[in-house]
C-alpha cells in the first residue's frame, strides 16, 4: 500500500475528532445498496413475500471515567446499538446508536419501514403505540408477548391435522386493559409455540392473519440471525475497545466495522469456496497485505499460485 510508516497517534487522534462520523454512516448505506444486491445474499427459507427484518439491540459497555458522554448507570457507562436486519445477508438496514439509557423500544421509532415486510422482534418491543405505527404504515409484526399480556379470546383457530406438534394454540384476540386497547384498538392473532430447546412456551403475537401458525412460529425463530450478527461484529472485530474516547470516535469506529462486515459478507458471497466467515477473516489479516487477484482467492485460497515467468533484462545473445 506504500505505507513507509505507521500513522501517528496525534495524527490518527485529530482525524477521529474532526471528521464527521456521519460520512462513515453514509459511505455504509451506500456500499450496501450496491453491494447488497449479491445474488448469494438472498435466503429462501420462507414462501412469502413480504422482506424479512430482525429487530434487536446490543449494548456495549464502557468505562465512565473516559467515556463521560456515554450516560447509563451511577458507576458505568455503556452505547446501544438499535439494529434493524435484513434477513437477505444478515446486513444491517438500519442502525441506530443511542446511551445506555435508551429503552429498546424507544430507540426503534425511527426505523423505516417498508410496506408488507414483516418486522420480527423480542419482548422488549412489546409496545402498543409502536406497535399501532407499524401496523398503520402496513407493516407486518411477529413479537414475543409480555407475561401480563391481558386479553380476550375472539375465536380459536383450528389446527391442521398434520401439524407440527410444538404449535400449540393459535387464536384471534383483543387487548382487554383499557390503556392498551386506547394504543392498539385492532385484533391481533397469537401463537403459542413450545421451544424444546429451553423447555419453555413461548407466546407470540402478530398482526397477519393468514400465514400458517408454523410460518410465524419460524420467523421467530429465526431472529437468532441478529444474535449471531451481534456475536459476529463483537468477536471478530473487536467492538468492546475503542482507539478513541470522545463520541464521534466511538462512531467512526462502529460505522467502520459495519462497513468491514459488509465488505467481507459480499467477499463471502462472491466466493466459490464455502468460507466460514471467522475463517474468511483470519486468512484476510495473514494476507493483508499481499499482492494477489482477490477473486482467484477467494475461490481457490489453498492452490499455489502459478509461477511468474522470468523477463529478461539483456537480449538473448546466441
Known amino acids: 500500500m506504500g505505507i513507509k510508516r505507521a500513522p501517528s497517534k496525534s495524527t490518527m487522534s485529530y482525524q477521529n475528532k474532526n471528521r464527521s462520523w456521519e460520512l462513515f454512516r453514509d459511505y455504509y448505506y451506500l ?11 438472498k435466503q429462501v427459507k420462507f414462501r412469502i413475500k413480504s422482506k424479512i427484518f430482525l429487530l434487536d439491540s446490543s449494548t456495549v459497555s464502557l468505562c465512565l471515567s473516559l467515556f463521560d458522554w456515554a450516560k447509563y448507570k451511577t458507576s458505568k457507562g455503556a452505547i446501544k446499538m438499535h439494529t434493524l436486519l435484513d434477513y437477505d445477508g444478515n446486513l444491517p438496514a438500519y442502525v441506530n446508536i ?8 424507544k430507540g426503534a421509532y425511527d426505523i423505516p419501514l417498508i410496506k408488507r415486510s414483516v418486522i420480527v422482534a423480542d419482548r422488549f418491543y412489546n409496545d402498543f403505540t409502536l406497535l399501532n405505527n407499524w401496523d398503520s404504515n402496513t407493516v407486518f409484526f411477529v413479537i414475543r408477548h409480555k407475561e401480563n399480556l391481558k386479553y380476550n379470546t375472539l375465536r380459536e383457530l383450528d389446527l391442521p391435522d398434520d401439524r407440527l406438534q410444538h404449535i400449540m ?22 401463537v403459542s409455540v413450545w421451544n424444546e430447546e429451553n ?14 401458525a408454523n410460518t410465524i412460529s419460524e420467523l421467530y425463530r429465526a431472529r437468532w ?6 456475536r459476529e461484529i463483537k468477536q471478530l472485530l473487536h467492538i468492546k475497545s475503542f482507539v478513541g474516547t470522545s463520541e464521534n470516535a466511538v462512531m467512526i469506529q462502529i460505522w467502520t466495522a459495519l462497513i468491514t462486515i459488509l465488505l467481507l459478507k459480499a467477499m463471502k458471497a462472491m466466493a466459490k469456496y464455502k468460507w466460514h466467515l471467522s475463517n474468511l477473516v483470519a486468512f484476510i489479516r495473514l494476507n493483508i497485505f499481499v499482492k494477489i487477484s482477490l477473486q482467484l482467492w477467494l475461490d481457490r485460497p489453498f ?5 511468474i515467468p522470468q523477463e529478461y533484462t539483456q537480449g538473448v545473445l546466441f
Do not use: C, H, M
Not at 98 to 105: I, L, R, S, V
Not at 199 to 212: H, P, R
Open 169 to 190: 394454540k393459535d387464536e384471534i384476540i383483543e387487548l382487554a386493559n383499557e390503556d392498551s386497547k386506547q394504543k392498539y384498538k385492532g385484533k391481533l392473532r397469537r
Open 98 to 105: 443511542t446511551d445506555g439509557k435508551t429503552a429498546d423500544n
Open 31 to 41: 456500499l450496501l445498496e450496491s453491494l447488497g444486491q449479491q445474488a448469494g445474499f
Open 225 to 230: 440471525q441478529i444474535e449471531i450478527f451481534f
Open 199 to 212: 423447555k419453555q412456551v413461548i407466546e407470540l403475537i402478530t398482526n397477519q392473519l393468514t400465514w400458517s
Open 303 to 307: 492452490e499455489e499460485p502459478p509461477e
